[in-house]
């Protein structure tokens, strides 16, 4: 299986070469790629360079163009499309039918690939986008089991490709205002989720408490590490209860999951992170390549100094384990 | 100035779990309304809720259209299990009129005539103009779009009607985990079909007592109501040509008669908000989205 990385600057990069990646993926400053924060991302030169560097090395660079294009200024989202192709992109992750539907037509030779935002769960849904616009790959929504990929997998005539480390989505990606709804600005549209120029740490007494649009995210007690306030990361009071309402501070890692995702026809394993600094990221590549090398049994000690870059230091399979749920 | 009595009301899918009798019995009423043109139907948000309201779907669906409304039925928002693919090809191979809430459905829908529902993704007038392309007659578009991208959306592909949800809780999120049952002990596979409890939503408060979310099964909605009465003449301008009334547990006949009423300039949206706030005093109302803020705030006229 292929690893993909991610990259948020040029110095992550370089790292994610170097320590191994099959492919890096990043995206442009701007509101066209999911990971829209302040001092991330590429400039048209950065790309260029780092494509040259890339292939030089036997690397592959996608460009994620993965939001949605606001209407009335698509040609942000045209040029910058442009742009990626002209930089020598190998691939662009895509999320709008519209923006698929423009690099079918007007670039018919570069290679396609279906951001996680577009949502596609299901055969009929990936075929749609295979036969429509000529997708070569899928980055699945974190919604499915390993046998549910599978079982699409054996269905579709394109490559799949999973999340396999990072941060992990709650909610199916693509198909979430939450932060919209409490800060006006989303994944879909703006390119970020609760972002940090809506988000307030205050103290209350003994309490720490986070906030994001001033909505209460968590509270935490003395001595307990105050986590950023990620929407649906917090904790409420539901149900006469307070709790982790939809999902603990927790982040993705399917390591164990590494054979039965490959015997389910997996092309390649994507790890989250373009907002990781590079040693986060050379550490993250280097462990990961370590492993897919390693026979099963020495799995577990490659990854072992992984967990402590976990957020919040805990892991969960996620959807792929039919627990989650 | 665009005739606002050209704007036609819609009554969307209840999005909750509702026992059976009182789903048959809610589209009964709606079926007497004289103020309702069209109603979408059928479980949008959950598979595993189905079975409750499918035994009534034939006779709901005789009725309605008996009454002169335009029916459609919607197709599931997330599509994983075989069980549930299997479920959108035959509603999209047997239903006369169908709405598609996911990637699939509009793979098995293209063609021939069907409807967008809020659920896929339609930000721009490209893709409106490519979902026309393909058979799509009407879209409803997603909530967090602002004023100036319906209207953007609209003049990219003006020869298909729009709806917007107008009234009702929002839907803003979906997830492969069921925060309902868990909120209750439950996970997904052995709900008990816990969120039949809440036949409006669950709340989620802050830990500092603020309203904040309502959970409905797998769905996050908004703990606000979506109340759009202040903004009908600027929609019908920009081309929008349907209300989609989103069901709420309260007297939805009074709601469309509101909206009709404020629509056809027999009450002003003041005195109609005022109103559709003893109708439905369970939520705080909002239209931030359209004025392109957050979602939960409320924009005075």
């Known amino acids: 299986m292929e690893l993909i990385c991610p990259a948020g600057t040029p110095a992550a990069y370089r790292e994610a070469v170097e320590a191994g990646a099959d492919a890096v993926y990043c995206g442009f400053r701007d509101e066209t790629n999911a990971r829209n924060f302040p001092g991330l991302n590429f400039t048209r ?223 390649a394993l994507k790890i989250e992170g373009r907002q990781r600094g590079k040693a986060y990221v050379a550490q993250v590549v280097s462990s990961l390549r370590a492993a897919l090398l390693a026979p099963k049994d020495e799995r577990p000690q490659k990854l072992a100094h992984l967990h402590r870059l976990s957020e919040g230091q805990r892991t969960t399979s996620g959807a792929y384990d039919k627990k989650w749920r | 100035m665009a005739d606002l009595s050209a704007l036609k009301i819609t009554i969307g899918p209840i999005p909750y779990l509702w026992s059976g009798e009182k789903w048959r019995d809610f589209y009964y009423r709606i079926a007497e309304s004289g103020h309702v043109d069209a109603v979408t139907l059928g479980e949008v948000v959950c598979s595993k809720r189905d079975h409750f309201t499918r035994p009534f779907l034939p006779q709901v669906v005789e009725r309605l259209t008996a009454s002169g409304k335009s029916v459609a039925l919607a197709s599931l928002a997330l599509v994983t299990l075989d069980r549930e693919v299997a479920q959108t090809r035959r509603l999209a191979a047997e239903a006369p009129l169908a709405e598609a809430n996911d990637l699939s459905a509009l793979r098995l829908l293209a063609g021939k005539p069907h409807l967008v529902g809020p659920f896929v993704n339609v930000y721009n007038g490209a893709t409106a103009k490519l979902l026309a392309r393909r058979g799509a007659t009407r879209i409803c578009l997603g909530p967090e779009l602002p004023a100036s991208s319906i209207a953007s959306i609209v003049a990219g592909a003006p020869d298909i009607d729009y709806e917007i949800i107008a009234f009702g809780r929002l839907p803003l999120a979906i997830s492969a985990r069921c925060a309902h049952a868990r909120a209750k002990g439950h996970t997904k596979d052995n709900c008990q079909f816990v969120c039949g409890d809440e036949p409006d939503g669950l709340d989620v408060d802050t830990l500092d007592g603020q309203p904040f979310l309502t959970v409905n099964g797998v769905q996050t909605m908004s703990r606000h109501c979506q109340v759009l009465l202040n903004d009908l003449p600027p929609l019908a301008d920009m081309g929008v040509t349907h209300l989609r009334l989103s069901p709420q547990d309260c007297d939805m006949v009074a709601v469309a008669a509101i909206y009709a009423d404020v629509r056809d300039g027999r009450m002003n949206p003041d005195e109609g908000t005022t109103r559709l706030k003893a109708i439905y005093p369970a939520a705080p109302f909002a239209n931030g989205f359209l004025h392109g803020v957050a979602g939960m705030d409320w924009v005075a006229a």
Not at chain 1, 97 to 113: G, T
Not at chain 1, 195 to 219: C, K, Q, W
């Open chain 1, 45 to 267: 030169d950065e790309l260029r360079e780092a494509v040259a560097h890339a292939h030089s090395r036997g690397v592959q660079t996608y460009v994620a163009l993965n939001t949605f294009m606001r209407a009335g200024s698509e040609d942000t989202w045209y040029r910058a499309t442009d742009d990626a192709v002209a930089a020598g992109a190998d691939a662009v992750i895509l999320a709008d039918m519209a923006l698929m539907d423009y690099v079918a037509d007007r670039y018919p030779e570069q290679r396609l690939h279906v951001s996680v935002q577009a949502s596609a769960s299901n055969v009929d849904a990936v075929s749609l986008l295979v036969e429509s616009f000529g997708a070569k790959r899928l980055v699945l929504p974190r919604v499915l089991t390993v046998a549910e990929i599978a079982n699409i997998a054996r269905q579709v005539d394109c490559e799949l490709e999973v999340f396999a480390f990072g941060g992990l989505c709650v909610m199916a990606e693509g198909r979430c205002s939450l932060s919209s709804y409490v800060t006006g600005k989303s994944p879909n549209m703006q390119g970020v989720c609760s972002p940090a120029s809506h988000v307030r740490y205050r103290e209350d007494g003994p309490d720490m408490v986070s906030e994001l649009g001033g909505f209460t995210i968590n509270r935490f007690g003395e001595g307990e590490p105050a986590g950023y306030p990620t929407l649906c990361k917090g904790r409420f009071h539901i149900a006469d209860d307070d709790g982790y309402a939809f999902e603990d501070p927790v982040s993705l890692d399917v390591m164990e999951h590494l054979d039965a995702l490959r015997a389910a026809g997996v092309t």
